[in-house]
């Protein structure tokens, strides 16, 4: 056992740094808010990385993988966090494309891989629905054989920066007589189609980033399938794992006690001395420092049980779990570092107007509103833990 | 002992009930915040039920009440979110009249704040003071009969509905002195003050104060000058213990609301309310408001004692409910699952309220080394 990277693997990290540094997106630098962002900010790290070749590490060689292995990954994933890039969004990337890869036909693949590679193509998830949220089996959006195409009727929810998306993958009712899970199946749509109407839901940050989308008779050919009809279940389990094993997000969390860390050498603590001085707050930070090793330490090894061909298990849960916990504790204490310049709200402002107070400070507050997300989708934190209980502790 | 409200105090409480649910219910709440002065109006009806005078000393327009009376009206504002200047304008701008105040100075002020006339922001706070109340930068610097003053302060509250500000400011002394500081209450249009108003987190309002070479008379000065850190000490307690209350009254409504949403959102073929680690979640929220209640109470019933058991208790419950108040409005939040971060439920709002009064002077780390210290003190 070792924990040290090889020399190749320090070439490779500075070979990654150089590329970062040389081709990120300057005016992108610093950009932490997604409401801020525009669709050309958030594809045009991915779009780079497509013509590198390097958009997608994770997938297979023979469809636009890397070909590297998990430690590289790792150093991919650290490298991206330390230059606080806006990374390709999970829609594509890391979610519907392992479906189509794994489930699709050579059709389906040739068809929808190379859009999610450069990134020409933005996908949304139709997975949730006002009736259907932890219990996602119970999903009502319906699909009605017609011929060649399926009448699609239904609403979805929760759809995550679905206002820009090109094409979504939907999880809908094909079959209503069979057992819950049983009848599901998983469709592409072109979200231009007649009848896909998408509305923004406002959070209590003040931001817009997910969406309710109805469908009303929307015509999808029987060839935007994946998988067979009433499988979908299959690969949305397979697609869940994905998501969770991506979850933990212990790179960007990293990076975001380094930030903390600068915040709090510039903040003035109770006692008229640095925050980075005060007792208290440096045991919080070290609490931190300490849970994020747990966790990098256990991902790692996930990591390396997943290359070592045994694929993401019910373990993610526990990364997503932690992940999310250590991510929303961080902008806690981001909130309690900057004091009372948290209370003014960028959200009220025309963004030509803030900041007010430190520029750090503005984004803390619906930075921590916003987060608290993160312990609801993906499937609850409560919803893991009964993944973890029956899963694998086998209660 | 006894824990009855007065029938006067049920009276108001019902009142302010009875006009929130009337005029201030969530659609009419949305649009005022929107609004530039639709908190005029709600400004006057607080003045006509008497919510401004409650506190105040009967011979200046007041009803002669004390801080039982604010504790009701502020767990009644906190449960209809309202985010009127009320603990700025009665018990920091009212308080340091009330305490300090010479006769004239009380007769032109209290009344008028009585009547809905007068609104008050406390300058206190300043960019690099975080919430150290001694920590004074700006400056007095004494002109003949009067002052100066120069200086920034930041995030005040109220501010932008305010027609006056009082003001600390240093006549003596370095920045951390305790010694030195000086109160002034000062009107906003007064040549040299300039403002950058903007909203805070929880809708309310408040502005960037800047002091370039405002000149004030010796009547603006509130109390003995060189020795306002004592007043100020006191009326900022008076003020965290009415907030403390306004979080009870977010933490009661995160309560209950997350319970009846609990009872009606099915999954799995059953309210969630049935499942086992829903019920012990809210069963600690119903715990956390309970012991939240408990100690604002115990801390308003102290604030008449002695400087340091009043600090203590108030210290104490700033810590409590700040703890207490993260934990039911993140509960409460994930309670109601995808819908708890949306801007249209309630029991988002009631969250950021009461992360906006845990950061308003001082927050638990503040108060948990106060309290540390005092008890340190009187060992």
């Known amino acids: 056992m070792d924990l040290n990277f090889s020399a190749e693997e320090l070439a490779f990290r500075d070979e990654v740094r150089a590329f970062i540094e040389a081709n990120y997106p300057k005016h992108l630098k610093g950009k932490v808010l997604r409401e801020d962002l525009s669709k050309e900010d958030f594809l045009a790290w991915h779009k780079i990385l497509g013509k590198k070749g390097w958009s997608a ?14 430690t590289q990954r790792y150093i991919w994933l650290e490298e991206n966090a330390r230059g606080e890039t806006i990374p390709p969004l999970p829609f594509g990337v890391s979610m519907v494309g392992p479906v189509i890869y794994t489930f699709g036909t050579p059709e389906q693949k040739q068809r929808f891989l190379p859009g999610i590679l450069s990134g020409d193509v933005w996908w949304a998830q139709g997975y949730s629905e006002p009736g259907a949220g932890s219990d996602l089996a119970s999903l009502k ?255 | 002992m006894n824990f009855d409200y007065t029938d006067e105090q049920n009276m108001l409480r019902d009142s302010i009930a009875k006009w929130a649910a009337g005029q201030y219910d969530f659609d009419k709440r949305r649009a005022a915040l929107a609004s530039e002065d639709a908190w005029k109006t709600n400004w006057a009806t607080f003045a006509e039920l008497g919510l401004l005078a409650a ?95 120069n ?28 010694k030195g500081i000086s109160l002034f209450l000062v009107p906003k249009n007064a040549h040299g003050i300039s403002t950058r108003d903007y909203p805070t987190m929880d809708g309310s309002r408040a502005a960037e104060v800047y002091f370039e070479n405002v000149s004030v008379g010796a009547a603006n000065l509130i109390g003995d000058a060189d020795n306002a850190l004592a007043l100020i000490e006191r009326i900022v307690d008076e003020a965290n213990a009415a907030y403390n209350h306004e979080a009870v009254g977010c933490m009661r409504m995160m309560t209950s609301s997350t319970q009846e949403y609990a009872k009606q959102r099915k999954q799995f073929g059953k309210a969630i309310a049935e499942f086992q680690v829903i019920q012990h979640r809210l069963v600690d929220m119903f715990m956390a408001s309970e012991e939240s209640y408990s100690m604002a109470l115990r801390a308003t019933i102290k604030l008449s004692e002695s400087d340091a058991e009043r600090a203590k208790a108030v210290s104490a419950a700033k810590v409590s409910i700040g703890q207490h108040g993260r934990f039911v409005g993140q509960a409460a939040v994930q309670i109601h699952g995808g819908m708890g971060v949306t801007d249209e439920m309630r029991v988002g709002h009631y969250f950021k309220r009461v992360t906006m009064i845990d950061a308003t002077f001082g927050n638990v780390d503040t108060h948990l080394k106060r309290y540390t210290a005092l008890g340190a003190k009187a060992a």
Not at chain 1, 57 to 70: H, K
Not at chain 1, 322 to 343: D, F
Request: charged share 25%; aromatic share 8%.
């Open chain 1, 57 to 70: 590490p994770a997938w297979p060689v023979e469809y636009g993988g890397t070909g590297w292995t998990a």
């Open chain 2, 151 to 178: 200086g920034h302060k930041a995030v005040i509250l109220g501010a932008p509905q305010a027609d006056h500000l009082l003001v600390s400011a240093r006549t003596a002394g370095g920045q951390r002195d305790a």
């Open chain 2, 55 to 149: 506190p105040l000393p009967e011979e200046f327009g007041g009803l002669g009440g004390g801080a039982i009376d604010i504790s009701v009206v502020t767990e009644e504002f906190g449960k209809a979110l309202v985010v009127e200047p009320y603990v700025p304008t009665v018990v920091l701008g009212g308080g340091a009249l009330n305490y300090a105040g010479s006769a004239a100075q009380k007769e032109e002020h209290l009344n008028a704040i009585a009547a809905g006339e007068r609104i008050i922001a406390f300058a206190q706070a300043e960019p690099k003071s975080r919430w150290t109340l001694h920590d004074v930068s700006t400056t007095a610097k004494k002109d003949g009969a009067g002052y100066v003053l």
């Open chain 1, 141 to 395: 959006t319906r699909a009605v054989r017609e011929g060649d195409h399926y009448i699609v009727n239904g609403q979805k929810t929760w759809t995550t920066l679905g206002q820009h998306a090109d094409w979504g993958f939907f999880l809908v009712r094909t079959d209503t007589n069979a057992k819950q899970q049983e009848g599901i199946s998983f469709l592409l749509i072109d979200m231009k189609s007649p009848g896909v109407t998408v509305r923004p839901i406002k959070l209590l940050d003040g931001g817009y980033e997910v969406n309710d989308v109805f469908l009303e008779n929307v015509k999808v050919p029987v060839d935007q399938r994946i998988y067979e009809e009433n499988k979908g279940w299959t690969c949305a389990k397979f697609l869940l794992a994905h998501e969770r094993a991506g979850i933990a997000g212990v790179a960007r969390s990293k990076r975001n006690v380094e930030r903390l860390k600068s915040i709090a050498k510039a903040e003035i603590g109770d006692d008229g001395k640095p925050l980075i001085e005060d007792e208290d707050f440096q045991r919080k930070l070290s609490q931190l420092e300490i849970d994020l090793s747990a966790l990098e330490m256990t991902e790692l090894r996930v990591l390396a049980r997943e290359s070592a061909g045994k694929g993401p298990g019910p373990e993610s849960s526990l990364l997503k779990i932690k992940g999310t916990e250590i991510q929303q504790r961080l902008t806690e204490l981001t909130l309690e570092a900057v004091g009372n310049y948290a209370q003014p709200y960028p959200r009220g402002l025309g963004s030509n107007e803030f900041p007010v107070g430190p520029d750090y400070a503005g984004a803390a507050a619906p930075i921590y509103f916003n987060w608290r997300k993160a312990s609801i989708y993906g499937g609850s934190n409560e919803i893991q833990r009964n993944i973890i209980a029956k899963m694998v502790l086998g209660l």
